[in-house]
């Protein structure tokens, strides 16, 4: 991998782009500590420290943003929240669904609209987080120097602008740099709480050496289950494919065999990060109405044994949804019988048709509840112990991470190829 590596720096393009890339992280890393005007940090601080458990998970996602009320406070999730909105109208919607079948132009039409979405969901959860932290729970003063007016404006401007600017950079990141970039901001997100947490696992038990024994224990457990998660998302289930000959012109065609490869686990990590949100929206209402009765269903909501039924069942929904949302049996099916190709056993058309979804089913069953209980016993682990080590490299987190990290790989492998070096997967 050592060499994969400094090949890739090797080639100038590619080196621009992960230093592009680089970048933009630490840029959203370094606006992670930026506080809004006017916020007293310390007294913010220790208020925060004391909040509820939904309010700790969001702080995980914002990569500590939000414990500092800085301006990225909001994070990525408005951006998220508004793609699955976008992603679930494609199939209620006749319009949206017809744009996601135009190509280029409709793509850029639903990423419009997702802009405009965001803002507005980025206005509503900033406004929420306003009143939240104003309110008798938390108690928080801001600058007394200025009409209480005209701070909350500033506030509230600058936490929506945060969105719109980490939306930008994640979006720059997709086009100028090395894979997706809203995954890889939650990524970084995730990956900045790891060290904190470390030491939180050290210094939990009373005996030093015991903590330390725990928190090696915990790494080694996770460094055991990173290859069978690999091994997951890797997987595929290869449809046989046949050609049938055919003369064309002076030359004989076809008579070749291939196969459709239908991954274990399509859909990658979009279903942890769709359940993720949904399963902390509660948290961020709970955040906007600051009603008793709401935050204690957003903390019930965001753990214990209905958050650990809702991460399964979300899931494994999303698992389905996706993978029928990118994969189409019946213009694969269509492309099959115009280029002459057919499944040995399988009469063409609606056969072919209900063949595929039959194993499409069948794989994305077993490949939804591997991931689901990845993410939830981790989580159940946590609950019972308390050790933040293990929240942070949850089975969410790692899902996520992992995910990114091959995703990012094998951008990077498709461009070494292109150069003829040698990638990271030999």
């Not at 996601?100 to 997702?114: H, L, N, S, Y």
């Not at 405009?116 to 406004?127: E, R, V």
């Not at 003063?141 to 600017?165: K, M, N, R």
């Not at 279903?271 to 269903?297: E, H, K």
Request: charged content about 10%.
């Amino acid at each position: 991998m050592l060499s994969s590596i400094i090949d890739a720096f090797k080639v100038p393009e590619l080196r621009k782009k992960i230093l592009f890339t680089l970048g933009i992280l630490a840029l959203y890393r370094f606006g992670a500590y930026i506080p809004v005007p006017g916020i007293p940090f310390n007294e913010f601080a220790n208020s925060f420290s004391n909040s509820g458990v939904s309010m700790t998970m969001l702080d995980l996602f914002t990569g500590g943003a939000l414990s500092h009320f800085s301006v990225f406070s909001l994070g990525i999730m408005p951006y998220i929240t508004a793609s699955i909105i976008m992603q679930l109208m494609q199939g209620v919607i006749p319009a949206v669904g017809r744009w996601a079948k135009e190509g280029e132009t409709g793509r850029r039409k639903i990423t419009q609209v997702t802009r405009y979405l965001t803002l507005g969901l980025g206005l509503i959860n900033a406004i929420g987080y306003l009143l939240l932290f104003k309110s008798s729970a938390y108690g928080v003063v801001f600058s007394d120097q200025v009409p209480e007016v005209l701070t909350d404006i500033i506030v509230v401007f600058t936490l929506v602008a945060g969105t719109a600017f980490i939306m930008w950079m994640g979006e720059l990141i997709t086009q100028r740099g090395i894979g997706n970039g809203m995954s890889l901001i939650i990524f970084v997100s995730i990956v900045s709480r790891v060290p904190a947490a470390i030491f939180s696992s050290v210094n939990l038990q009373a005996d030093l050496g015991m903590g330390i024994a725990i928190t090696v224990l915990i790494l080694i457990v996770v460094l055991a289950c990173i290859p069978a998660i690999i091994f997951i998302e890797r997987a595929q289930r290869r449809i046989p494919v046949n050609y049938a000959k055919r003369v064309q012109g002076r030359k004989m065609m076809g008579g070749q065999s291939t196969y459709i490869p239908l991954k274990v686990n399509a859909a990658g990590v979009i279903p942890i990060i769709f359940a993720s949100c949904i399963i902390y929206f509660p948290a961020q209402l709970a955040a906007l109405f600051n009603v008793g009765w709401l935050t204690a269903f957003a903390d019930a909501v965001s753990t214990g044994w209905l958050n650990w039924i809702l991460t399964v069942l979300l899931i494994v929904f999303f698992a389905y949804f996706y993978t029928s949302m990118v994969f189409n049996p019946e213009d694969t099916a269509d492309n099959l019988r115009k280029q002459g190709g057919f499944i040995p056993g399988v009469r063409p058309g609606s056969a072919t048709v209900t063949y595929i979804k039959n194993v499409i089913h069948r794989v994305t069953l077993p490949g939804g509840i591997f991931i689901a209980c990845i993410a939830v016993i981790p989580t159940i682990i946590f609950y019972f112990s308390g050790n933040q080590l293990i929240q942070a490299f949850g089975g969410t987190s790692i899902l996520i991470m992992i995910g990114v990290a091959l995703d990012t790989m094998s951008k990077v492998e498709s461009q070494l190829k292109m150069h003829n070096y040698d990638g990271f997967f030999k």
